[in-house]
């Protein structure tokens, strides 16, 4: 069987250095850091202080609010980013078979505010099973795919990967090879997190599994030093459109998606 030709053709990103793919990689360039105190919650009696928060995330830049409260922020970040990697690849949406595009999607731990929060707020309750009917469809981890196919009606393989920090990765492989067996023309992928929360935060650090340099957060990520101390936990999501060669030469896509750098500008088509 000849395996069928891979390529990029699509990007997005939305990140603690930056909140688009033309952020982000102004960012890695130029050495920026996306660690620093933790603002979602009161970290006074937390060891760890510190994390790699999205700056300047406003959920209704980007949804109503009524559509925001439906989602938890792993999911908003995967619909942010894909939405950012489908209009950067140039897709024709209505002149695609939508039948071989699919929705392959790595992601950790999923909706983990949602559970802490319907769980604590029928902790403090007097024990009347009080939840929001979006619960469920809030926290599981394959609601982010789900919800990207859904909003373009994608109907190709729709799945999650969770293989802990590799999950994203194990979504891309997974996209690679049915895009090279032929099962698919185009397949999403990458993943998503927001696990900087209480009982994310709280929980790496009863494993002793974070960094504690609060003095220091921006140089707390050193995993390769002989002082290092632990990781550091971030969240955001990162997208790519992987499109099978003869697919994307045919719609007339010849590059990858380019960026200011021009040492990164590489000619994937010709």
């Known amino acids: 069987m000849q395996l069928k030709r891979v390529v990029v053709t699509g990007l997005g ?12 990689w102004d960012g890695l360039v130029n050495g920026k850091s996306g660690c620093a105190p933790v603002t979602y919650y009161d ?26 409260r439906k989602l938890d922020r792993f999911a908003q970040y995967a619909l942010i980013s894909s939405d950012e990697a489908i209009l950067d690849s140039k897709l024709n949406l209505d002149d695609i078979d939508k039948f071989r595009v699919g929705v392959i ?15 604590m707020n029928f902790a403090n309750g007097d024990g009347t099973p009080r939840f929001n009917p979006f619960f469920i469809p809030k926290m599981i981890a394959d609601i ?10 994608f109907m190709g393989p729709n799945y999650t990967t969770v293989s802990a920090c590799a999950s994203s990765a194990n979504a891309m492989i997974d996209a690679l090879n049915y895009i090279r067996l032929g099962y698919c023309d185009v397949i999403v992928t ?17 494993m002793h599994a974070l960094s504690t340099r ?19 936990l971030g969240e955001g999501a ?12 045919a719609r007339g896509q010849k590059y990858m998606p380019k960026l200011s750098v021009e040492a990164y500008q590489v000619t994937l088509i010709t």
């Open 238 to 249: 990162g997208a790519l459109i992987l499109e099978e060669y003869e697919h994307a030469k």
């Open 144 to 153: 982010a795919p789900g919800n990207i196919s859904i909003k373009h009606g």
């Open 105 to 119: 999607w790595g992601a950790g731990i999923g909706g983990l505010e949602t559970f802490q929060n319907e769980v």
């Open 43 to 68: 970290t006074e009696k937390f060891k760890v202080k510190f994390a790699c928060e999205l700056k300047n995330y406003n959920p209704e830049d980007y949804f109503d609010r009524k559509e925001a």
């Open 190 to 206: 990458g993943g998503s997190e927001a696990a900087v929360t209480i009982a994310g935060m709280g929980g790496f650090g009863a």
């Open 13 to 24: 990103a939305l990140t603690p250095i930056g909140n688009n793919i033309q952020e982000y």
């Open 214 to 232: 609060n003095e220091s957060p921006e140089t707390a990520s050193r995993p390769f030093d002989a002082t290092r101390d632990g990781f550091v």
